[in-house]
């Protein structure tokens, strides 16, 4: 006989769940793990939503399982450590990203990558070490091993930080990575969304030029006045994609949807890198000919390692780098999903796990 989801493990747990490829979320009781000698229990106090939730609740990349709780730019407070980790205490400050696990032996994991791990255990909708399913930060309590654990830095506020812990990594890794780290170079950052608006923040924070490449020209002045970019380029805008011809070292492109590579390709200098970051549901269309003309690349980059995490964390702390924000209580949850697929948003939902999930809800 199966066990039921509450009595897979002894903690019991809370959490919003989809059931199948609606995406509907509705409350769900759950168990998480007791805490082993190298985890770490922490109280969920706000999580990121990020758009890849929602292409998993509806089951749009072929990969859901259901029941799935989403959720991986998760923050809160340390309750429980294991007698043998060694960075964490009970009361700190600490954070959760896209994975939980790893084969911890591969290259990728003995570089510090472990992100590109062939198996990398998500943090939901994926199977942990013991067979069972992993559950996201919609939930009122998490269970990790140290290893994946981040440390929030006193100064960053939890809720403005939580979605750096996905959309932050996903565009400092490449901007690292890539060269583009370098002050003084151009980069420019294709659409400004959750990852977008964080991205120009990092670029300006590594002492890049940063242009922004957007369809939308009602949100220049966004973008230079709020979020400090040095121009503004309409994509649409003939005129302004000729007139920017060839002036940039890099591109960050963090649009998911299909659209056009060409004129992207166009802005760069020679050498150039054209980094994708986004996920777009169908291939994009590969023009070669620019390529091979400028010795350009396009690349691709999916978040960063443990240790690379931190990193940008750390960084974001300095230079008080924070997600701009919409906080919102759990059972807005649907109508957030409603309004993120339409883009309608600045930058990100955050859902206060801590103060809007019910007592009653949790107490059994």
Known sequence: MTKSYEEEHAKKAFGWAARDSSGVLSPFHFSRRENGEKDVTFKVLYCGICHSDLHM?????????????????????????????????????????????????????ANDLENYCPNMILTYASKYYD?????????????????????IPDNLPLDAAAPLLCAGITVYSPLKYFGL???????????????????????????????????????????????????????????????????????IDTVSAVHPLLPLLGLLKPHGKLIMVGAPEKPLELPVFPLLMGRKIIGGSCIGGMKET?????????????????????????????????ADVRYRFVIDVANTMKPADTSS
């Open 181 to 251: 780290d370098k002050p003084g170079l151009h980069v420019g950052i294709v659409g400004l969304g959750g990852l977008g608006h964080v991205a120009v923040k990092f670029a300006k924070a590594l002492g890049a030029k940063v242009t922004v490449i957007s369809t939308s020209p009602n949100k220049r002045q966004e973008a230079i006045e709020r979020l400090g970019a040095d121009s503004f380029l309409v994509s649409r805008d003939q005129e302004q994609v000729q007139a920017a011809i060839g002036s940039m070292d890099g591109i």
């Open 131 to 151: 067979g069972t399913t992993t559950y996201g930060g919609y939930s009122n309590l998490m269970v990790a091993d140290e290893h994946f654990i981040v440390r």
């Open 310 to 342: 931190q990193e940008m964390i750390d960084l974001a702390a300095k230079h008080n780098i924070t997600a701009e924000i919409e906080v919102i209580p759990i059972d807005y949850v649907n109508t957030a999903m409603e309004r993120l697929a339409k």
């Open 57 to 109: 609740l509806k089951n749009e990349w072929g990969n859901s399982t259901y029941p799935l709780v989403p959720g991986h730019e998760i923050v809160g407070v340390v309750t429980e450590v294991g007698s043998k980790v060694e960075k964490y205490k009970v009361g700190d400050k600490v954070g959760v990203g896209c994975m939980v696990g790893s084969c911890r032996s591969c290259d990728s994991c």
